[in-house]
């Protein structure tokens, strides 16, 4: 679907980018040995560097550098082999050195791209945003303005802590297409490891790039607004700033190229700062750094250590488990979830003496439908599932080897997240075990017929779809032990 | 008797070995010594002869022992205020880091304590190490302790590193640090009849040395004569991890391969260094070099290091770019001075923190460097700039697949009167003409002693060798030596 914002003078496109900072997964910092944890007591985690006190120098951290190269080839980036560390300088309280390291001119990662499926319901429909370039940088401390009525404090914890840039190019034309990609770009670096993704912490934030134009026209004069941090804010953001755009330029207005703030309280945005006051940031070469030389069995070693990243294992679930593009899609967009997926498969598999790809599809569904529900119900996650894979694993060989049925199934596992009991103890103890004695499946349905003589008639003279309400009674009357198969071949049986 | 301030490093660790005296007693020399000379001097920002004494009597204790003794044990040596010194005052000889104790000790004045050094005390220096006189420093300018013959007019002693060169040529210290940008050890050494050498780029970790201009900033060793400075730069020399841009090398021991025999050597003389209008002296001096090079058994040639010309504009502009970034942590929010007006902002107190707090050559030269920064001027002054640099270094680089290493005066003129060139940036800028190419491409290059003037002023030899050659610098610089066999001192005036 073309999304247009249709206007009083006809329909305009919007055009986005997203320029994406993405704390780097490391223990310690870009350029110094501190402390990178989120939450610690303000400035506890600083070191005489990150302090910029008189004669201290960075040296960069080995990890930091894997982690941005992992992510460039998670993403079919180019890796470039010479790169080299540019300072940004601007005064701000926060910023101990005057100066933020990061990469203009040299970064690490070229061109690359990632592959967004905007609409979730059509997981078929896919879409190309390109990368510009990722590099790497330092972040800068916090201000804290709620400790004194006149007094501003510095807490400089996040002071150099490593961060990529991940810019996108001018690709996306929707809401929808720029939260795709935001959260595609979250599910990659979650893979890759190299980024925790937690959006709330700080540990992704995107500066967003929107500009209208009639559709096929130049591109627009662009606003960009400054640290959003949620897949939500990032489309709201989208949304709100094309349409206030749109208006602008309808009332015969001009956009400003200017810097602009989200208020995720009114889902609204306003200037920051304008062009005209924007920082000349005298950006020229750090002389305290040399030039990045990556050795190429440095870079082979990154791409060797990257996990199957999601859009491979998204299409091996479709062609080789067989699962449904929806579910395929489902199970590959958190790391976490594929991880427990995979676990929950071998586990089947072993119990059932059966290959993975025979117990894919039973236990895709069981886990998309029958578990996430449960948890959702429970307000939980499949992180804090109460149930294991192996529990879940051995919950579905009961379904498999017709110990109990797919209903008694249900309640099994309910009575395991209520109780954290295993499955075979919960059918034992309550007596579950699925009846395939056909005497009594015969007598109870042989009841159920006669008890309803005017639907079997009405079956007879062609309402098949009664047949259902035959299966279910016949059920209910068995206690829902019977075996499904063998009361389905019984009633048939009996209405010839 | 020979007091034991006239002794040398090598002279005094030896000593002290032997036990001719012990390191107490060295101690209580120079302490001695620089309290007496110090008022008329002003060589020190602050003295420490406790700690001189307690690292005497480490030493002395340890001898007791029978424990083996560092390189610089027992020598009680001066630190320029650029070298962070742990719980001992850091200026950088500015108002902006007035009273700024650090927690840390640079890496290298950490490595000639492990050596066995003593600290004497923080020696003065041009603000920041910008100046080539002395006089920009906020705790008032050193005065050399030498005065031209029947001249008693007060004296530049060189600078940046003025109170290392003025400490050691009055004989209170029996060495110093020094650091060099763009000659800021060799210049003060040539001006007060010493010797100085900076090594290669790297050599001497930056680690706890305020920065001046990174990409240039190189620690080295001044001292009496060419055996005491090697034996002080192996000290301060080596690896440090904890500095991106140093060098991953040995340090060779170069005084036990110093040799004045330079057969087999060639010697290169640039034609672009002789400048019109060279002070005749000077042209004299460079001349008697040459010929104890050629005595000492070296080939002479005559060689071309063609962008030479370029080398002072492209210097300031790329030390200025470098020192405006490396200046903007000085910002009253963390540690050292700090200026609120009442009601002030942050910008306020930006403004009138660095208004105070930097000297005017310490402005004039953020305000150069963020000049040639801006936007619309990057490329024609910084990327420039670097081009030249380039250049320049290819020069050498050609220069020495012929030669092994370079004779040049090391300052165009001896000491001038303090005040004389003060109101000129550009004249001042101009004393280092012969040492910055060298600053450029990161090359070892040291000043020696090489005679007096007419006006009975020291004047220095310029020796630059190949990368990591520091060896053929110091062989080169002790053949000069021992021809010129410069014995003068100057007369205690204080």
Request: charged share 20%.
């Amino acid at each position: 679907m073309t999304y247009r914002i249709t206007g009083t003078t006809g329909e305009w496109e919007v055009v986005i980018g997203l320029e994406v900072h993405a704390q780097i997964a490391t223990a310690s910092k870009l350029f110094s040995g501190a402390a990178t944890a989120f939450g610690a007591e303000p400035n506890t985690q600083v070191s005489l560097i990150d302090a910029a006190m008189p004669g201290m120098l960075p040296v960069p951290n080995r990890e930091c550098i894997r982690q941005a190269v992992r992510t460039g080839i998670a993403i079919n980036a180019a890796i470039n082999p010479w790169s080299r560390f540019d300072r940004k300088n601007y005064f701000y309280a926060d910023l101990p050195q005057g100066y933020q390291i990061s990469q203009l001119y040299h970064p690490l990662v070229g061109e690359g791209a990632v592959e967004i499926t905007p609409d979730d319901k059509h997981p078929d429909q896919t879409k190309v945003i390109g990368v510009e370039r990722i590099h790497v940088e330092q972040d800068a401390g916090k201000l804290m303005h709620d400790q004194h009525p006149t007094q501003s404090y510095v807490d400089l914890n996040r002071s150099g802590v490593a961060l990529m840039e991940i810019v996108s190019k001018p690709d996306m034309r929707s809401p929808a297409e720029a939260g795709a990609y935001l959260a595609k770009l979250r599910t990659i670096l979650r893979y890759v490891g190299s980024c925790d993704g937690n959006m709330d912490q700080g540990s992704m934030r995107a500066d967003v790039n929107v500009s209208v134009r009639r559709p096929g026209a130049p591109f627009g004069t662009r606003t960009e607004t400054k640290n959003v941090n949620s897949v939500r804010f990032v489309m709201a953001t989208v949304d709100y700033e094309a349409k206030r755009q749109v208006k602008v330029l309808e009332a015969g207005g001009v956009i400003a190229q200017e810097t602009r703030l989200f208020d995720p309280d009114s889902g609204t945005t306003r200037s920051m700062r304008s062009k005209e006051d924007a920082h000349d940031y005298r950006y020229f070469p750090d002389p305290d750094l040399l030039p990045l030389v990556l050795d190429p069995a440095f870079i082979d070693e990154c791409r060797a250590s990257l996990p199957e990243l999601p859009d491979a294992k998204r299409q091996r679930y479709a062609t080789t488990l067989g699962l449904s593009a929806y579910n395929a899609g489902v199970l590959t967009a958190e790391a976490e979830t594929a991880r427990w997926f995979e676990a929950l498969l071998a586990h089947s598999a072993q119990l059932q003496g059966k290959a993975e790809a025979d117990v894919a599809r039973a236990a895709a569904n069981w886990l998309t439908s029958e578990l996430f529900g449960a948890l959702n119900k429970l307000g939980t996650g499949l992180t804090d599932s109460p149930v294991s894979p192996e529990a879940g694993a051995a919950l579905l060989a009961l379904v498999g080897k017709g110990t109990i049925s797919g209903s008694i199934a249900k309640h099994v596992l309910e009575k395991m997240l209520e109780s954290g009991d295993a499955p075979d103890v919960i059918v034992a103890r309550e007596g579950l075990t699925q009846t395939s004695d056909s005497g009594a499946i015969e007598a109870a349905a042989a009841a159920v017929l006669a008890a309803n003589a005017d639907k079997v008639a009405q079956y007879q003279a062609g309402k098949l779809a009664l047949f259902g309400f035959f299966v279910g009674q016949t059920m209910k009357a068995m206690g829902g032990k019977a075996n499904p198969q063998l009361v389905n071949d019984v009633l048939k049986a009996k209405l010839g | 008797m020979t007091e034991l301030t006239d002794l040398g490093l090598v002279a005094l660790r030896d000593g002290v070995a032997h036990g001719d005296f012990t390191a107490t007693e060295v101690a209580g020399a120079f302490n001695a010594a620089v309290a007496e000379a110090n008022g008329a001097l002003n060589a020190f920002i602050v003295t420490t002869p406790d700690h001189a004494l307690a690292a005497a009597a480490r030493v002395d204790a340890a001898r007791a022992a029978g424990e083996p003794l560092g390189k610089l044990a027992g020598v009680p040596i001066g630190m320029k205020d650029l070298f962070a010194t742990k719980g001992v005052q850091t200026t950088a000889a500015s108002k902006i880091l007035g009273g700024f104790v650090p927690p840390y000790e640079s890496s290298v004045s950490q490595k000639l304590w492990d050596a066995g050094a003593g600290l004497l005390g923080k020696l003065n220096l041009d603000q920041f190490a910008m100046g080539s006189s002395n006089e920009t420093s906020a705790f008032g300018n050193v005065i050399s302790p030498w005065r031209a013959t029947g001249d008693a007019a007060l004296r530049a002693p060189g600078g940046s590193s003025g109170g290392s060169s003025a400490a050691v040529a009055a004989r209170i210290v029996a060495a110093a640090t020094g650091t060099d940008t763009g000659g800021s050890i060799r210049q003060p050494a040539a001006f007060t009849g010493i010797t100085g050498i900076k090594p290669t780029y790297g050599r001497c970790s930056r680690w706890g040395v305020v920065a001046f201009a990174s990409s240039l900033d190189q620690a080295g060793a001044m001292a009496r004569d060419v055996t005491d400075c090697a034996v002080m730069l192996e000290a301060m020399a080596g690896f440090d991890p904890k500095d991106a841009t140093s060098l991953d090398l040995p340090v060779p021991d170069w005084r036990a391969a110093l040799s004045d025999d330079l057969r087999g050597r060639t010697v290169g003389i640039p034609r672009e260094y002789r400048l019109d209008g060279l002070n005749g002296d000077v042209a004299a001096s460079w001349d008697q070099g040459i010929a104890w090079l050629k005595d000492a058994g070296a080939r002479v040639v005559d060689i071309s290091l063609p962008h030479t010309r370029y080398a002072l504009p492209a210097y300031y502009i790329i030390a200025p770019a470098e020192a405006s970034s490396n200046l903007a942590r000085y910002d009253g929010v963390r540690y050292g001075l700090r200026d609120l007006p009442p009601g002030a902002n942050l910008q306020d107190m930006y403004a009138a923190t660095r208004a105070a707090g930097f000297g005017p050559e310490v402005k004039r030269r953020i305000m150069i460097g963020t000049y040639v920064l801006s936007a619309g001027f990057y490329d024609a002054y910084y990327t420039q700039a670097q081009k030249v640099r380039a250049l320049i270094a290819r020069d050498f680089t050609q220069a020495f697949q012929d030669v092994d290493v370079i004779l040049t005066p090391t300052a165009p003129s001896s000491a001038f009167v303090l005040g004389e060139k003060s109101a000129d940036p550009l004249e001042m800028y101009l004393n280092d003409v012969f040492s910055v190419p060298a600053s450029l491409a990161g090359l070892p290059a040291m000043s020696v002693p090489a005679g007096l003037d007419r006006a009975g002023l020291p004047l220095g030899l310029h020796l630059i060798g190949r990368p990591f050659d520091e060896q053929t610098v110091l062989d080169a610089g002790l053949a000069i030596e021992r021809r010129a066999a410069f014995v003068a001192r100057p007369a205690k005036w204080w």
